[in-house]
């Protein structure tokens, strides 16, 4: 049998009791159709993660039992991904493998040529979970609520780094860019920023400029959806400047879980 | 008005009239509700990209009056994906972004831990149609039936070298193996082999081993999904070895079309 893994807020130390949450317990019993006793694996972003059995409580709670730690928590690269919204289907896939690249913040921001303006953040920040627990991730990027381009460019934080994909303009290629910062850059937190399929307004170009460490790059002769910018660009920064520059470690088989193939 | 780009079949040149098909027929009357005279955007993968107009014929069918050429085909890199067939959704969805991520063929291969093994080439090659009309790219790929892993080895072109992205496995790290490429291997055709999401099998790995030309490659800490992990390796190649290394030419706006940002 496969071992679930759960994301849980609760703190994890040995022997504790971590309660499970409604969606979490239906999907236990009722989805998986695990019993007492079934193995799990649970992690919150802080503790690493833990091996732990569950406890079924009445007739649908439900609470995990923690047991001994697998894997520390790791440091994760401090890059965030601001992006237009766009259709459904297309910004669930964005929270989806913006996880799986290793984003530590999605950041939906409202431009004046985005055309869908209304963002469930419980929606994605739900895709952000499920593609953390599928994919042996260690945390879950936070999820923020949308904020117009023009305000989060005037409080932009002090030492940032922006990698500015601007389909519609033209920019330096984004290896050339990439390859040639120095460590100081290396080093910095970074956030990518990705137009909305109409492009960023002249105005709001000029706003961009202004930030102190931008770079606007370019994705190629193609020209790429909104949502496939972002996550070219994101796999791109994690290869040249992100920690794919380390090499992969092999996981113990115990701790692979099933994925969704079918 | 925006201009609806459309894939063809038949050669163009100034002058002739290119048969739409029905669903292209259907799609511009009654999706678009385009009239007698409104502007298209032709390309074949071959002669480049032509303006014309609508001409529509009788209750049903619909032609193109091909008049001047906008873009003259390029060379495009010659990249195969080999990927594994996963669901539905996320098939679909390696079709799309592997078209605008520039490959050249679309090759499904059955491996033995491969789940789903059934493959609609017509849908992948709709897909892949709908992402080269949308995205302004010249061509589309080549949607090959799928094949068996072993069958595909046995047969590997002589000089065709092959970037495999096992998540199962460990690799030094993708950008240190392209960054390092010389230029004769710049210069060959690639091709990037995916497994499935179970990971290839011991006897698939020594098989994949005795190809010449082939490097295992890590994509970073996390475990990605194949889909993620094909499209990851797509944009870094691009960006290291493709065509991505050249300067992003800015389109005319003239022939910027539109896409579905709703």
Same mark, same amino acid.
């Given at each position: 049998?496969?071992?679930?893994?759960?994301?849980?807020?609760?703190?994890?130390?040995?022997?504790?009791?971590?309660?499970?949450?409604?969606?979490?317990?239906?999907?236990?019993?009722? @989805?998986?159709?695990?019993?007492?006793?079934?193995?799990?694996?649970?992690?919150?972003?802080?503790?690493?993660?833990?091996?732990?059995?569950?406890?079924?409580?009445?007739?649908?709670?439900?609470?995990?039992? @923690?047991?001994?730690?697998?894997?520390?928590?790791?440091?994760?690269?401090?890059?965030?991904?601001?992006?237009?919204?766009?259709?459904?289907?297309?910004?669930?896939?964005?929270?989806?493998?913006?996880?799986?690249?290793?984003?530590?913040?999605?950041?939906?921001?409202?431009?004046?040529?985005?055309?869908?303006?209304?963002?469930?953040?419980?929606?994605?920040? #739900?895709?952000?979970?499920? #593609?953390?627990?599928?994919?042996?991730?260690?945390?879950?990027?936070? @999820?923020?609520?949308?904020?117009?381009?023009?305000?989060?460019?005037?409080?932009?934080?002090?030492?940032?780094?922006?990698?500015?994909?601007?389909?519609?303009?033209?920019?330096?290629?984004?290896?050339? @860019?990439?390859?040639?910062?120095? %460590?100081?850059?290396?080093? #910095?937190?970074? #956030?990518?920023?990705?137009?909305?399929?109409?492009?960023?307004?002249?105005?709001?170009?000029?706003?961009?400029?202004?930030?102190?460490?931008?770079?606007?790059?370019?994705?190629?002769?193609?020209?790429?959806?909104?949502?496939?910018?972002?996550?070219?660009?994101?796999?791109?920064?994690?290869?040249?400047?992100?920690?794919?520059?380390?090499?992969?470690?092999?996981?113990?088989?115990?701790?692979?879980?099933?994925? %969704?193939?079918?």
């Amino acid at each position: 049998m496969s071992v679930t893994r759960l994301f849980v807020e609760t703190d994890l130390s040995s022997g504790v009791e971590a309660p499970l949450g409604e969606d979490q317990a239906h999907y236990l019993r009722h @989805v998986m159709r695990r019993a007492d006793g079934a193995p799990l694996s649970l992690f919150n972003g802080r503790d690493g993660e833990w091996k732990a059995t569950l406890s079924l409580r009445g007739k649908k709670a439900a609470v995990a039992l @923690v047991a001994e730690r697998t894997r520390e928590q790791a440091s994760e690269p401090d890059l965030w991904l601001c992006f237009a919204p766009v259709k459904r289907a297309r910004i669930d896939y964005i929270a989806e493998k913006a996880t799986e690249l290793g984003v530590s913040v999605l950041q939906p921001v409202v431009t004046q040529h985005t055309i869908v303006e209304r963002v469930n953040v419980e929606r994605l920040r #739900a895709n952000a979970v499920e #593609a953390a627990e599928q994919t042996e991730r260690l945390s879950v990027p936070e @999820v923020r609520q949308p904020v117009d381009l023009t305000r989060l460019l005037g409080a932009w934080p002090t030492g940032r780094h922006l990698l500015m994909c601007d389909e519609t303009g033209s920019g330096p290629p984004i290896a050339e @860019v990439l390859a040639g910062l120095d %460590d100081a850059a290396r080093a #910095a937190p970074w #956030a990518i920023v990705v137009g909305p399929e109409g492009g960023f307004a002249e105005t709001e170009l000029s706003l961009l400029r202004r930030i102190k460490d931008v770079t606007a790059v370019g994705l190629g002769p193609r020209i790429l959806r909104a949502d496939t910018a972002a996550l070219a660009a994101l796999a791109v920064w994690q290869a040249l400047v992100g920690d794919w520059r380390r090499p992969t470690p092999r996981l113990a088989a115990d701790y692979r879980t099933s994925k %969704d193939t079918v």
